[in-house]
């Protein structure tokens, strides 16, 4: 263990030696906030029926002073699929990291080389679940795995080699622990003859949603809006119908209410609305010391005049389930998992008090923060495109893409029921394709074993296809695939995703089991 005083005070000699502590003025600092699990239902700023408790006045005050986004999806709704994608601009197969237990290759830390490249001091800070060391970034002070919420150790760079040099920040909760780390490398380990990028990512409000003992109250006497479908499980189709897990009786096949402390005797509804109201407590508390510490950020960055030209971006690694469709987590291709808030804030270069609704997903973050960095082209490895156009409040590109790809690899694991599936969404409609099997070879080669034996893969689930018009239908209740009103549409998006999928390098040539499930029920 080193100790931490003595860390930080060897980042301090460091910048002491190497700056002038004036800072390149030319370039934007980036500062690229994630949460985990955090989900655009619990941001004030998208004014879902949470708004009203008022969970993110810090987060909300980044969106009213920049510019929110309304059309940002995940291509694969896990933790570390969506990290990996963020980092390399690429989809899934082409990254290699299809679900929690693949590790990211270390020459494909491919957004801190870049911005190294471009003149950038980079830092990774907190929640990292990328398995190898990032060894891409200038400073890294990283949690093992999922981590700890109290008394959080993290992996640092020192004499042993990785993961050996571990720190510890004893009597904290891991949101005001990281939030220390990343203010501290900001006074003393930044060296400020060059711009900053750091990544801070909180480790909340993932499960088990702990929060700060400060918390506690929080909220304790407030009823918390249920959303309507709170006691309409997924039912399009034999692909979702009976899986997930929720709040509801035999619907919580992961023990949320118990994990929670609810009465399993409780009759239904009382059972269901009672884990609800806790499991949202829990959440919401964790969320609300996540915006505590962004507001220290923001203080920090205001008292060194850094605000005006540091580009803030928010987001969570995915959305989540609040309860919606009888639901907790993410994984589906349904909107409060598939989609992830993201804000900017940035006085010289962002049109403030704005939205913005192109279709964008999380393989095109990288670009953006390249281009704002000051990097002319993308570079011809990331599939995502730059949209720094609509931070300036540009118009949208004529070929800006129609569609947004989507797939789930992660089979009914974690006792969380979730089939695999893959599909397409417009800016109105949306196509889905449960395939329901493990693609075994995808797994044979993990850098990790997944959970339980690789021979009892989880069993073949029912096929089939989901189609929903978000305009008439944006809570997604009822499959219009069997609609013959829409099966122009259908053929034309059929064509789009087969499309997407070979543009994309997304197709199923490497998994006979798969590919024989598409050609058998592709005209189902
Ligand atoms: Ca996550």
Same mark, same amino acid.
């Given at each position: 263990?080193?100790?931490?005083?003595?860390?930080?005070?060897?980042?301090?000699?460091?910048?002491?030696?190497?700056?002038?502590?004036?800072?390149?003025?030319?370039?934007?600092?980036?500062?690229?906030?994630?949460?985990?699990?955090?989900?655009?239902?619990?941001?004030?700023?998208?004014?879902?029926?949470?708004?009203?408790?008022?969970?993110?006045?810090?987060?909300?005050?980044?969106?009213?002073?920049?510019?929110?986004?309304?059309?940002?999806?995940?291509?694969?709704?896990?933790?570390?699929?969506?990290?990996?994608?963020?980092?390399?601009?690429?989809?899934?197969?082409?990254?290699?990291?299809?679900?929690?237990?693949?590790?990211?290759?270390?020459?494909?830390?491919?957004?801190?080389?870049?911005?190294?490249?471009?003149?950038?001091?980079?830092?990774?800070?907190?929640?990292?679940?990328?398995?190898?060391?990032?060894?891409?970034?200038?400073?890294?002070?990283?949690?093992?795995?999922?981590?700890?919420?109290?008394?959080?150790?993290?992996?640092?760079?020192?004499?042993?080699?990785?993961?050996?040099?571990?720190?510890?920040?004893?009597?904290?909760?891991?949101?005001?622990?990281?939030?220390?780390?990343?203010?501290?490398?900001?006074?003393?380990?930044?060296?400020?003859?060059?711009?900053?990028?750091?990544?801070?990512?909180?480790?909340?409000?993932?499960?088990?949603?702990?929060?700060?003992?400060?918390?506690?109250?929080?909220?304790?006497?407030?009823?918390?809006?249920?959303?309507?479908?709170?006691? +309409?499980?997924?039912?399009?189709?034999?692909?979702?119908?009976?899986?997930?897990?929720?709040?509801?009786?035999?619907?919580?096949?992961?023990?949320?209410?118990?994990?929670?402390?609810?009465?399993?005797?409780?009759?239904?509804?009382?059972?269901?609305?009672?884990?609800?109201?806790?499991?949202?407590?829990?959440?919401?508390?964790?969320?609300?010391?996540?915006?505590?510490?962004?507001?220290?950020?923001?203080?920090?960055?205001?008292?060194?005049?850094?605000?005006?030209?540091?580009?803030?971006?928010?987001?969570?690694?995915?959305?989540?389930?609040?309860?919606?469709?009888?639901?907790?987590?993410?994984?589906?291709?349904?909107?409060?998992?598939?989609?992830?808030?993201?804000?900017?804030?940035?006085?010289?270069?962002?049109?403030?008090?704005?939205?913005?609704?192109?279709?964008?997903?999380?393989? +095109?973050?990288?670009?953006?923060?390249?281009?704002?960095?000051?990097?002319?082209?993308?570079?011809?490895?990331?599939?995502?495109?730059?949209?720094?156009?609509?931070?300036?409040?540009?118009?949208?590109?004529? +070929?800006?893409?129609?569609?947004?790809?989507?797939?789930?690899?992660?089979?009914?694991?974690?006792?969380?029921?979730?089939?695999?599936?893959?599909?397409?969404? +417009?800016?109105?409609?949306?196509?889905?394709?449960?395939?329901?099997?493990?693609?075994?070879?995808?797994?044979?080669?993990?850098?990790?074993?997944?959970?339980?034996?690789?021979?009892?893969?989880?069993?073949?689930?029912?096929?089939?296809?989901?189609?929903?018009?978000?305009?008439?239908?944006?809570?997604?209740?009822?499959?219009?695939?069997?609609?013959?009103?829409?099966?122009?549409?259908?053929?034309?998006?059929?064509?789009?995703?087969?499309?997407?999928?070979?543009?994309?390098?997304?197709?199923?040539?490497?998994?006979?089991?798969?590919?024989?499930?598409?050609?058998?029920?592709?005209?189902?």
């Amino acid at each position: 263990m080193i100790n931490y005083v003595k860390h930080m005070a060897l980042l301090s000699v460091f910048c002491m030696m190497t700056t002038v502590c004036s800072q390149a003025a030319e370039k934007p600092n980036i500062l690229f906030i994630m949460s985990d699990d955090h989900t655009y239902q619990a941001i004030g700023a998208y004014g879902s029926r949470l708004a009203k408790l008022n969970p993110t006045p810090n987060i909300d005050a980044l969106a009213k002073n920049g510019i929110r986004f309304d059309r940002v999806f995940c291509n694969n709704s896990l933790c570390a699929p969506s990290r990996a994608s963020i980092l390399t601009g690429q989809y899934s197969q082409t990254n290699c990291v299809l679900h929690n237990y693949h590790a990211i290759g270390e020459k494909k830390q491919y957004l801190p080389l870049e911005m190294k490249k471009a003149g950038y001091h980079t830092a990774m800070i907190g929640k990292w679940h990328l398995r190898t060391e990032p060894v891409a970034f200038d400073y890294y002070c990283v949690m093992p795995g999922q981590g700890k919420y109290f008394d959080p150790s993290f992996l640092v760079r020192g004499d042993k080699k990785w993961p050996g040099n571990t720190i510890q920040k004893r009597g904290q909760h891991s949101s005001d622990a990281i939030t220390d780390i990343g203010l501290e490398w900001l006074k003393n380990g930044w060296d400020r003859k060059k711009p900053f990028f750091m990544m801070h990512h909180f480790k909340a409000p993932h499960d088990m949603f702990q929060h700060a003992k400060r918390y506690d109250k929080y909220l304790e006497d407030v009823e918390i809006p249920e959303p309507e479908n709170l006691f +309409d499980p997924p039912a399009g189709s034999k692909g979702s119908k009976g899986f997930g897990s929720g709040m509801t009786g035999e619907r919580d096949s992961w023990g949320l209410g118990r994990k929670l402390g609810i009465k399993e005797n409780l009759e239904e509804p009382e059972h269901g609305k009672a884990v609800y109201q806790k499991y949202l407590k829990h959440y919401l508390r964790c969320v609300k010391g996540v915006d505590d510490n962004v507001g220290r950020l923001i203080a920090y960055l205001r008292e060194e005049n850094l605000l005006e030209n540091t580009v803030i971006m928010y987001t969570g690694d995915q959305g989540f389930f609040l309860g919606e469709h009888d639901l907790m987590d993410k994984r589906w291709m349904y909107e409060e998992a598939f989609r992830m808030p993201f804000i900017v804030h940035w006085p010289e270069g962002a049109k403030a008090g704005t939205s913005n609704d192109w279709l964008i997903n999380n393989t +095109d973050f990288a670009p953006t923060m390249l281009e704002l960095a000051g990097v002319k082209k993308t570079p011809d490895y990331m599939q995502g495109r730059s949209f720094a156009a609509a931070l300036r409040g540009e118009a949208k590109p004529a +070929d800006w893409r129609k569609v947004t790809y989507y797939r789930f690899w992660l089979h009914m694991y974690h006792c969380l029921r979730v089939p695999a599936h893959f599909g397409i969404r +417009d800016e109105r409609y949306k196509l889905i394709f449960f395939y329901g099997c493990v693609p075994e070879e995808a797994m044979k080669n993990n850098a990790v074993r997944l959970p339980g034996s690789s021979s009892r893969f989880p069993p073949q689930t029912p096929v089939a296809w989901e189609f929903y018009d978000l305009k008439a239908d944006p809570a997604e209740m009822k499959n219009q695939y069997g609609n013959p009103e829409y099966a122009s549409i259908i053929t034309r998006m059929k064509e789009q995703l087969k499309e997407k999928r070979e543009e994309l390098s997304e197709t199923d040539e490497k998994y006979p089991a798969v590919q024989a499930i598409i050609d058998k029920h592709w005209n189902d």
